[in-house]
């Protein structure tokens, strides 16, 4: 027996290759792409993919591999098989390699660093999506509008938009989706399901990124920034509405009179005027309104209060606009 740093080996073959890992040697190169291996098999095993060769079928859905393993590995998805186990949390995995990625929810370890920004994460495929954000690259592109995307799943999901196609069905009301993720989160409106609470204020929310946001309300974070002005927001569609004051954008039409609008909001409120319709009543008189902030206006009539002052004598109004005119006494502005 050979005993190098404390491993044994029955033939010096073993020994030599071993040895490799210790000394970083790969000595055999691939032909085609010059990627280099420790061990000839592992260099061999690479030759397929270039070869195109794949010989080992499987007998279920007629896949082929070209190694044995990678289609035995496959067949767990027509058996189920998962016979390798997280020691912790008792979940279970069809491959080794997914246990070992598992635990590092467990233990924290995130061994691959962004060599720009020092983000760290858990999973080398991560690591490498998140460079594409410092590179810009966006190598997956849709085929019918040119949209490009830095990862293939998001440019699928895309492609959903040009076909039409809507997969995920809502097993309570019916409703398809194009995305599992969208239906998966409709069907909280179901089971009233709301699973994630601000620490701060126990107000429960059905998404993450609802309770992520919410947060900056304690924090006063506002990551982003209109790069016009400098104004800072708390969240991106607030920015994406701002920036249209700057760029005069009003991509919402009323469909009766063409008029344009910014948001969609005021639209929806301007049509009123076309339907007459008034969803907001007075409690006390029945009177409706078209827009709450004129019933909130109105209230003031009943309860007699008058919460806007002017600054100059104190007369107090029960409306922000009967203030501003009345300030025109005092400042002799003639409208």
Known sequence: MIKIS???????????????????ETPFKCKVCDTRYSQCGDRNRH?????Q?????CEVCDKRFSQCAHRNIHMRIHTGEKPFKCEVCDKRFSR???????????????????????????????RNVHMMIHTGDKPFKCEVCDKRFSQRGPRNRHMMIHTGEKPFKCEVCDKRFSQCEDRNRH???????????????????????????HMRIHTGEKPFKCEVCDKRFSQCENLNVHMRI???EKPFKCEVCDKRFSQRGPQNRHMRVHTGEKPFKCEVCDKRFSHCEHR????????????????????????????????????????
Do not use: L, Y
């Open 187 to 213: 069907i909280k409106i179901h089971t009233g399901e709301k699973p994630f609470k601000c620490e701060v204020c126990d107000k429960r929310f059905r998404w993450n990124g609802h309770r992520k946001t």
């Open 296 to 335: 909130n206006c109105h209230m003031s009539i009943h309860t007699g209060e008058k919460p806007f002052k002017c600054e100059v004598c104190d007369k107090r109004f029960s409306q922000c606009g009967h203030r501003n005119r009345h300030m025109r006494i005092h400042t002799g502005e003639k409208p």
């Open 246 to 248: 700057h760029s005069g």
């Open 96 to 126: 080794c390699a997914n246990v070992n990625v598992h635990m590092r929810i467990h233990t924290g370890e995130k061994p691959f660093k962004c060599e720009v920004c020092d983000k760290r994460f858990s999973q080398c495929e991560h």
């Open 6 to 24: 404390d491993e044994r080996f029955r033939r010096s073959g073993n020994r030599n290759n071993h040895m490799r890992i210790h000394t970083g």
């Open 53 to 57: 060769e794949k010989s080992f079928n």
């Open 47 to 51: 030759m397929m993919a270039h070869t």
